[in-house]
């Protein structure tokens, strides 16, 4: 009980790669490494984005990820937050000539954007963190309005 009220009033992140060289990856994995413990501050990661409360996207989109990338985005629940990591997710970065359909708010609004080639561990916090009480509110409104529906079954 106490672990699914606890769960249910953190942030929950799915990391997605859309492309490009993987250092923005390797700093969002840093993030859960001991130096920067990112579950410290209630921030959970996981790979299903239907468990989602926030998207971390890096990389370009590249023409096989522009689909999935919105089918990503469909499945995960509201309130929908999405926080774009990287140079190459906001502008495409280095890889502005290459075989990519572009940047991520092409394909789905973005909340936060952190530029960076690739940004720090505690940047990357710091984005999500600073969205994390717009994503909470909403999704204490929406637990509550959930609540008082079943109540009055």
Request: aromatic content about 6%; glycine content about 6%; proline content about 8%.
């Amino acid at each position: 009980m106490i672990k699914d009220f606890a769960r249910k009033r953190s942030i929950n992140v799915c990391i997605v790669n859309t492309g490009g060289c993987n250092g923005c990856d390797i700093e969002v994995v840093s993030a859960l490494a001991p130096r920067y413990d990112i579950e410290q501050y209630g921030i959970y990661v996981h790979n299903n984005p239907r468990e989602a409360d926030v998207l971390v996207v890096t990389g370009p989109v590249v023409l096989p990820w522009k689909k999935r990338l919105k089918e990503i985005f469909d499945k995960t629940p509201e309130p929908k937050v999405v926080v774009a990591v990287g140079a190459c997710a906001l502008s495409c970065g280095i890889f502005k000539e290459g075989h990519v359909y572009g940047p991520v708010d092409k394909i789905i609004p973005v909340n936060a954007k952190l530029p960076g080639c690739p940004p720090r561990p505690s940047e990357i916090i710091e984005a999500v963190v600073s969205i994390a009480p717009e994503a909470l509110a909403m999704k204490e409104k929406m637990l509550k309005e959930m609540e008082s529906k079943n109540k009055d079954k």
